[in-house]
């Protein structure tokens, strides 16, 4: 796995379905000839990416949160 496989550009972008939807979205997605991909689900208290690798979510968080308010203590 890259960075590529979840980055998003102007030809990429990872959206969120609510449960329920993802036939719709495959649909819209067929209609307009643009490719689709299961990536996961949400839900729960960890990230995971089946076979690389697993971090709560308050780990994230933590980290999201730090690094500018840091600068300014």
């Not at 997605?29 to 991909?37: I, R």
Request: net charge negative; proline share 7%; glycine share 10%.
């Amino acid at each position: 796995m890259c960075s590529s496989d979840l980055s998003e550009s102007a030809g990429r972008v990872i959206a969120a379905v609510r449960p329920g939807g993802e036939d719709e979205m495959r649909a819209l997605c067929s209609a307009a000839q643009v490719p689709v991909a299961d990536l996961g689900q949400t839900g729960g208290d960890t990230l995971t990416v089946s076979g690389h690798f697993a971090i709560p979510l308050a780990e994230l968080a933590a980290v999201h949160r730090g690094p500018l308010p840091a600068l300014f203590d």
